[in-house]
Structure formats: C-alpha cells, structure tokens
C-alpha cells in the first residue's frame, strides 16, 4: 500500500479543532458549576450572613 502524510492544512485544522475544544471546555468550568470550588468560604464566614442577624 501507499503512504499518506497529512498536510500543513490539515494540522492546521486538527489544532484548531483542539483548541476550540479546550475553549469551550475552559468556558464551561468556568461559568457553570461542574467542578467543586477549591477556595470555599470557611463556615465561621458563612454563618455571618443575613440568617445569623435574624
């Protein structure tokens, strides 16, 4: 059989397509809550809110 080697193109294209990719994935995480956040509020914080002054 023959041998096949991609062109300049078709890299081009496939990096592209892996780029945008981790874009969007980027954005996801980011805007919406998949991941569970890192840098959460202590409790002590939390419990300073509005249900404590009432």
């Given amino acids: 059989g023959g041998s096949y080697f991609p062109s300049w ?3 081009t294209v ?7 990719a981790v874009l969007v994935y ?3 995480v980011e805007n919406f809550s998949i991941l ?11 419990g300073k809110g509005v249900a404590a002054q009432a």
């Fill in 36 to 46: 569970p956040e890192e840098h959460a509020a202590k409790p002590s914080v939390v």
């Fill in 26 to 28: 980027c954005f996801v």
């Fill in 9 to 11: 193109m078709e890299f």
């Fill in 14 to 20: 496939t990096a592209g397509l892996i780029a945008g």
